[in-house]
């Protein structure tokens, strides 16, 4: 039982995991884009990608940038089309073992709603919200909502999403 546990924990996490590639199946970096070099008026600072991360990575049509502004991690993600393997944050962190529960959803710096969840383990956790946005000004508070507007061709790549984490 635990063995299969593990197993399906190793799945999820290689599911979760997939945004963060390019088309091509190798790693993106930093650079490989024109990231943002601020969020919510903080100055971001380029953090490698983890082996963890980048060993699990593939077929995302997008790239992935993490990122600090000192106090928070953020990870943000290019998206060039509409696709099922974006996955909500709190996706991810279940699926590496994370306590999620949810939080009311908070108002975004720049506009928008975020959707916000507390992360636990080991004693610890940490606020993460996310949102994702396009060129046009329209921002979407889920990764379900944002697809299926996506996909309806109802805005147009490229999407940006945060995926903002703080200590609690």
């Known amino acids: 039982?635990?063995?299969?546990?593990?197993?399906?924990?190793?799945?999820a996490l290689a599911a979760a995991l997939a945004p963060f590639m390019s088309r091509s199946g190798?790693?993106?970096?930093?650079?490989?884009?024109?990231?943002p070099t601020h969020h919510e008026g903080r100055a971001l600072t380029a953090l490698p990608?983890?082996?963890?991360e980048a060993a699990f990575l593939a077929?995302?049509?997008g790239q992935v940038g993490r990122f600090t502004d000192g106090e928070r991690e953020i990870i943000v993600r290019r998206i060039d089309?509409?696709?099922?393997?974006?996955?909500?944050?709190?996706?991810?962190?279940?699926?590496?073992?994370?306590?999620?529960?949810p939080l009311p959803a908070q108002r975004a710096a720049q506009g928008g709603t975020m959707n916000c969840v507390r992360a636990s383990r080991d004693g610890?956790?940490?606020?993460?919200?996310?949102?994702?946005?396009d060129q046009a000004g329209h921002h979407w508070p889920?990764?379900?909502a944002w697809y299926w507007s996506a996909l309806a061709g109802a805005?147009?790549?490229?999407?940006?999403?945060?995926?903002?984490?703080?200590a609690e």
């Open 1 to 11: 039982m635990r063995r299969r546990i593990a197993l399906f924990g190793l799945a």
């Open 26 to 35: 190798a790693a993106v970096t930093a650079s490989a884009v024109a990231w």
């Open 49 to 52: 990608l983890s082996p963890r």
């Open 59 to 61: 077929d995302f049509p």
């Open 81 to 101: 089309g509409a696709t099922r393997r974006l996955h909500p944050a709190a996706d991810c962190l279940r699926a590496i073992g994370y306590r999620i529960t």
């Open 124 to 133: 610890e956790s940490q606020r993460v919200c996310e949102i994702i946005r």
């Open 142 to 144: 889920d990764v379900s």
């Open 155 to 166: 805005s147009a790549a490229p999407w940006w999403s945060f995926v903002v984490a703080e």
